[in-house]
Structures are given as C-alpha cells and as structure tokens.
C-alpha cells in the first residue's frame, strides 16, 4: 500500500499535469471505485477546472472549482496517470477524467480496492475517512506530549498501534518497521509500557523518516509508481523491511520476520526491547 510518502510524491508528480485543466467527460468502466453517488460523479464533475491537489495522510484530495473536491485513497495498487482520450484503454484502467485539451486522467488499480468520493470543499472530515484520522508526521500537533499520552491509553502492541492510523496517520508497514527498529522497540511492546523517552525518540524518528523518504520520492517495493511512471528512491535506505535473514547494521544480529495482527514484520531480536 503506497503510504504517506509515496502519496505526498504522487500528489507532487500530479500537480504540473493536470492543474488548470477542465474536465470535459468522466467515464466511470468500474463504478464501484466511486463511494459516493455515481450519477452526481459523473454529471456534476465537466465544466469543473481542477485547482490543486492537496494532501491528508494517506488521502488525495484533488481541489476543483464551485467548492467540490475528489477524495481519493489509492489503497493496495492505485495508480493515476495522463494518456489522451483515444489511447487503448488498460485493463485495469476503471476511472477516465477526460480533459478539454484533448488529455486524460486515468485511474489505474489491479486489485479495485481504490476509492474516490466528490464532497464540498471543507467537508471530508465530516464525510470521509479522513475525520478518524490522528495528526500527522511534522506537523505541529504531533508533538511529544501528544503522542506520549495518546499511546498510554493503548494497551495494543505498539507495531497495530502505529499502523491503526488514529494516533499518527500516513505510516505502513515499511515506515512502522522502519522507526521501530531506528528507535531501538520490539514491535511487540505494549503501547502503553514504552518509557516516555523512547517514546520522544520514536516521535522523532517517524517525523525524519518520513521526511527523508519524501526526498527520496517514497519507496518501491512491490508496484508503486508515481503519476509519471516513476519508481521511489527511498528502498535503497531501507534497514529492515524485506531484509529478514540479514545481518542487523546495527549490532550483527540476524533480522527475524513474524507476523503481528497479520501484518509481516521484520525486527533485530537483539537491539529492539520488549516493553510489557
């Protein structure tokens, strides 16, 4: 699943293609991508300039004129990217934004498990994910004495907690790995024993992380790829993810993977301490 940082660069690569342009014609070959009403997606959206694109956590949210934007969550396999009305459509293309000049915006998802919903500008906290949503990472909210209270009220292993999205939203499974390792935690620690200055360093170390993969454009593991068909950069920085078996840089020790709460994760068994 693309996660805040693979978003954020898609969001970016979006931008200079498609701000500016009016929408001509939606074809929607598989509804259900629209979580909203489909009808009003597709007749209420020509006419409408795309404005920008702005961003929450994991969430696309492609701004357009008379106060209505598209929320949009990539999920598993999501992709967006600019071809011409006439081009041979994929298979696995199920949203078309055809504009004016001749181009065209396509929603590309292997698995469909994408969503896109048309609400009021200013509204998709009422009417979207988004309103379940924690702060996110380098943001001014998410401060110490924020996250060290919001994790004593969690007696979920720390690994669920972080992935769960309400305390800090935008990390996955790669990010959460990533920080937990960095900071020295068992990704089976109880959220709530973890002593309160690694608790600060955990906070710290998910805000430099995920600034980091941003610079690097996300992280390509499996099928990700930004809105020019553009891999990330940031798998070439990865200390754990997809290295169990591997000697940890850190201290030597073999990385180990197990599941937790379904979820593959690769941890030291020797620098990451157990906080029951």
């Not at 390792?181 to 002593?195: C, M, T, Y």
């Not at 955990?202 to 020019?228: F, M, P, Q, S, W």
């Amino acid at each position: 699943m693309p996660e805040m940082p693979e978003v954020e660069t898609v969001r970016r690569s979006l931008v200079p293609l498609i701000k500016g342009k009016t929408i001509e014609k939606v074809t929607l070959w598989y509804p259900k991508i629209v979580s909203t009403d489909h009808q009003k997606f597709v007749n209420e959206l020509p006419g409408k300039k795309i404005i920008g694109i702005d961003r929450y956590a994991k969430y696309l949210l492609i701004r357009l004129s008379d106060n209505l934007t598209i929320v949009s969550h990539l999920r598993m396999e999501g992709k967006y990217h600019l071809t011409s009305w006439d081009d041979p459509k994929d298979k696995h293309d199920h949203v078309q934004f055809a504009f004016t000049d001749g181009t065209a915006l396509r929603y590309n998802d292997v698995r469909k498990f994408g969503r896109m919903q048309l609400v009021l500008t200013g509204t998709e906290k009422l009417t979207t994910g988004i309103g379940k949503l924690g702060f996110e990472p380098n943001s001014p909210e998410f401060t110490d004495e924020y996250f060290i209270d919001a994790l004593r009220k969690h007696k979920k292993n720390i690994k669920t907690t972080l992935l769960d999205q309400t305390i800090v939203a935008g990390l996955g499974n790669i990010y959460v790995d990533e920080v937990l390792w960095q900071s020295k935690i068992h990704p089976l620690s109880e959220a709530n024993k973890i002593p309160r200055e690694k608790v600060v360093a955990l906070r710290k170390n998910i805000n430099h992380e995920i600034a980091r993969a941003i610079e690097k454009h996300g992280t390509t593991v499996h099928t990700y790829l930004d809105a020019n068909g553009e891999t990330g950069g940031f798998q070439e920085f990865l200390q754990v993810y997809g290295h169990a078996g591997d000697p940890c840089a850190r201290c030597g020790t073999k990385l180990e993977k197990i599941k937790v709460n379904g979820r593959g994760t690769t941890f030291c068994p020797k620098c990451q301490v157990v906080y029951k």
